[in-house]
């Protein structure tokens, strides 16, 4: 852990996710993109910049920054979940829910290590692109994949309204993030939250969870390892919250303090 920035009801971290969650206080839910480790059907492929990978040739997003830790294979990639999702279970509290993006080359993996990582695997929900490119005698790859799961029991009473299973948002047409994911798709999965709850993001990229966290009168925890994307969320969560009512932010995050204090005593 090299910096801490906190922003209103926002806590960011510039840090590796597999120490920066050591002791961190307790959170609600875990939404989050991480890396995807796909993109190939090869090993050369999987291990080339995320921009090729995950870009088209002609896509004018193939100028932003590339990010690392993106070129495990299969084995790798599931044992590195494992590990960060059993960290992120050690700060959740008790039904908080875990969300985590993959495509459909990860998806068993996915499945895999939110399980090894201690959460109970409740299932996949479906984000649509409804501007997928076609291609020729093949089906167009026009989703991504939410697998989702809590820590141990997860009533049906905690203030969350029912959730759609399928997400239809188009992909940003412009981007600070090579996989930045659409706001509006987040603002929908942050719901799975409780009410004033605080979302953690141990692959917080550009921001994105952490700025439909704040819209929705959440808190946000957020971690990044890269510099570079790091000063860009801060950005974002700064722009969020000169968009909001200041005075709902500073309620959120001292009901977070409130409920920090009991937890403690």
């Not at 994949?145 to 047409?173: E, N, Q, T």
């Not at 390892?225 to 005075?247: G, N, P, Q, V, Y």
Request: glycine share 10%.
């Amino acid at each position: 852990m090299t910096r801490i920035e906190r922003i209103g009801p926002a806590t960011l971290i510039l840090g590796d996710v597999l120490t920066a969650l050591d002791g961190l206080p307790p959170v609600d839910a875990v939404i989050t993109d991480p890396p995807y480790s796909s993109g190939g059907t090869h090993t050369a492929q999987r291990a080339d910049d995320p921009r090729r990978k995950y870009l088209q040739r002609d896509s004018g997003n193939r100028a932003l920054p590339t990010f690392h830790g993106d070129m495990r294979d299969q084995r790798a990639f599931t044992a590195w979940g494992g590990i960060w999702t059993s960290k992120a279970l050690d700060v959740a509290r008790e039904g908080a829910p875990i969300v985590a993006f993959t495509d459909w080359r990860q998806l068993g993996a996915t499945t895999d290590y939110v399980q090894v990582g201690g959460w109970v695997w409740r299932g996949v929900a479906v984000w649509t692109k409804p501007a997928a490119r076609t291609q020729r005698g093949r089906f167009a790859s026009a989703a991504e994949y939410i697998v989702w799961g809590s820590k141990g029991a997860m009533p049906a009473d905690r203030g969350v309204p029912p959730l759609k299973g399928v997400f239809r948002h188009p992909s940003p047409c412009r981007r600070v993030h090579v996989t930045q994911k659409p706001e509006g798709l987040m603002a929908d999965l942050v719901e799975i939250c409780v009410p004033g709850g605080v979302v953690l993001d141990p692959f917080m990229g550009s921001g994105t969870t952490g700025v439909a966290a704040l819209r929705s009168g959440r808190g946000f925890v957020g971690v990044e390892k890269s510099a570079e994307f790091f000063e860009i969320a801060c950005a974002r969560l700064r722009e969020a919250l000169t968009d909001m009512d200041w005075e709902r932010a500073v309620a959120v995050a001292d009901a977070r303090a409130r409920r920090l204090d009991r937890d403690a005593g």
